[in-house]
């Protein structure tokens, strides 16, 4: 499952975190973020700083919607109302509408993304 950055790309990484038994039934749905991008930049400096400031600004909303479940709410309403543009006909059995749980400050995510190469 591997996947290596192409020049001029960015990435958020959704790492699970706290828990210790293998098949993961202790995991309360706690997870870290991270950031990375290719070795190889060949876009203008003020360009990848923005892409790193929408990158950032990312991986900080469940931080926000911990504390602030109304943007939460207004995020999963706009999530949804896009995932209506796709005809269900058209979308591959795999990529179907994903599923949120919310427990406390705890989000459940089970979500598909546009991938390349293995994934």
């Not at 995020?75 to 949804?80: A, G, T």
């Not at 705890?106 to 546009?114: G, I, M, N, S």
Request: charge should be negative.
């Amino acid at each position: 499952m591997p996947y290596e950055l192409d020049d001029d790309e960015f990435a958020i990484i959704i790492r699970p975190i706290d828990y210790t038994e293998e098949d993961g039934s202790d995991w309360q749905g706690n997870v870290e973020t991270a950031i990375g991008m290719s070795d190889t930049c060949t876009i203008p400096v003020f360009i990848s700083q923005h892409v790193m400031d929408i990158a950032t600004m990312m991986s900080t909303f469940l931080d926000v919607a911990a504390d602030h479940p109304e943007v939460y709410a207004l995020v999963q309403q706009r999530r949804d109302k896009l995932l209506e543009l796709y005809d269900d006909e058209d979308v591959p059995e795999q990529i179907k509408r994903p599923t949120v749980e919310k427990d406390g400050n705890v989000y459940r995510l089970d979500f598909w993304t546009k991938t390349k190469g293995e994934a």
